[in-house]
């Protein structure tokens, strides 16, 4: 077991410290998350259906530009606001896209992509714990974790898509109804968390997976014609509209600098 690191906010120079790779967890982060995943669906259906370039190319493509955006990630050895959500972004797309991928193109059941995306999702926070001694989000200190961190992220988006499709088109509940039901759960982890004492890591991931079907639900909501139960605004523009507020959240981080995290190993 490694020793508990600690989070400061002492000035980065300070012998002993080292700048954590990923955001603190302000109403910033699940702003943007929210944001992200919800242009993650719309972005993925635009580019797979209205530029009609289908589900294979586009999944080659949009895996290929998330590689190079891992890439820039990792090179950087620390959180830099426009590159770390750029690449959510893209895992966003591309999270969805390995769902819809399995489902349209190799027949595979929503019921089997949840069941297997979340035994993925435990054997990799296995691994983790493993290797690490932790899962906090606040000790993304090393390549290590930080390789771990971005493969959890892949699985949260790819369980969410198949939990969200599952719940609102398999069993019929409609995108609005879908939404609001994992708003609710996402209520009741943060009274949780606020109120009762759940685990603070145990709460954050849980949350981190509910919003990708919640965000996806809205976003279908948004942009799906309305006899497809949507309100007809478009793929187009509901990606543009969330992509406006992403990159304003962003600006304002890069700022402030305020979702910026110091790690001692002391």
């Excluded at 998350?33 to 080659?60: C, F, H, R």
């Excluded at 968390?193 to 849980?206: H, K, P, R, V």
């Amino acid at each position: 077991m490694m020793k508990t690191d600690a989070v400061t906010t002492q000035n980065e120079s300070s012998p002993g410290l080292y700048p954590n790779r990923v955001p603190q967890v302000t109403a910033g982060f699940w702003v943007i998350k929210l944001m992200a995943v919800t242009m993650g669906e719309t972005a993925a259906d635009y580019i797979a259906v209205n530029l009609g370039l289908g589900l294979t190319v586009t999944s080659i493509i949009m895996s290929t530009v998330l590689a190079g955006a891992l890439l820039l990630q990792f090179s950087m050895k620390r959180y830099v606001p426009w590159a770390y959500w750029l690449a959510v972004v893209l895992i966003s797309i591309v999270g969805t896209l390995v769902t819809d991928n399995l489902v349209d193109n190799l027949g595979v059941s929503l019921v089997t992509c949840t069941a297997v995306f979340t035994v993925l999702l435990a054997l990799t926070f296995g691994a983790w714990f493993r290797q690490e001694g932790t899962l906090s989000i606040h000790t993304i200190i090393s390549t290590r974790r930080e390789a771990f961190y971005w493969i959890t992220i892949l699985f949260t988006f790819a369980l969410g898509t198949a939990v969200g499709d599952l719940v609102s088109e398999q069993f019929g509940l409609g995108y609005l109804a879908t939404g609001m039901l994992f708003g609710a759960i996402i209520i009741s982890l943060s009274i949780g968390y606020f109120m009762i004492g759940l685990d603070s890591i145990l709460a954050f991931w849980l949350v981190y997976i509910f919003t990708r079907p919640l965000g996806a639900s809205f976003g279908d909501l948004l942009s799906q014609p309305v006899n497809y139960g949507g309100l007809g605004f478009g793929t187009i523009a509901t990606s543009l509209i969330f992509l406006g507020v992403i990159i304003a959240v962003v600006m304002w981080m890069s700022v402030t600098g305020k979702d910026q995290e110091m790690i001692s190993t002391q």
